[in-house]
């Protein structure tokens, strides 16, 4: 009889260990959630300080451009992640929805973004175009000539 108790606990101690090696593949993976949520923190934070973080700044779009591209990224794997752990790492489904409607938020703020940078690069080379055109491809001197050009030095000597 102490045979058989002598197995049965061998193998309730190996199904023990072959069942916590799961757990802890899953509770590392439940902290992955910290990496993604601090990088998204600190993308927000660009983000207000692109807005002078509160003051009334004019926003370059190209530089919202590229830190929504980022809080984008960061954002469906977020989503991603959610959907696999959810219910493992015991996500309140209160903080999944709102995370997910940021996500969607920031997607279509990443859209007005790019295209309002887009246009910003559109209206600037057209405006170089004009320039070039009204210079006649000459250059941009005053009467129509290439402009200053080389040196001049001053006489040696008293004046």
């Known amino acids: 009889m102490t045979h058989i108790r002598s197995h049965l606990t061998a193998a309730f101690a190996a199904a023990g260990i072959f069942m916590a090696v799961p757990a802890f593949a899953q509770s590392s993976n439940c902290q992955d959630a910290q990496k993604f949520l601090a990088e998204r923190q600190g993308l927000i934070q660009q983000i207000n300080k692109l807005g002078g973080d509160g003051k009334q700044k004019k926003i ?21 992640w959610l959907t696999a752990n959810k219910d493992w790492c015991q996500v309140p489904d209160q903080f999944a929805q709102s995370f997910t409607e940021d996500h969607k938020r920031a997607q279509n703020m990443k859209g007005q973004a790019c295209t309002a940078a887009a246009k910003v690069a559109e209206m600037e080379k057209k405006a170089k175009q004009a320039q070039q055109q009204q210079q006649g491809g000459k250059g941009g001197g005053l009467l129509g000539g290439g402009g200053l050009t080389g040196t001049y030095s001053m006489p040696k000597g008293a004046l």
């Open 60 to 80: 370059d779009p190209r530089a919202a451009c590229g830190v929504f591209t980022k809080l984008v990224n960061n954002g469906e794997t977020g989503v991603k």
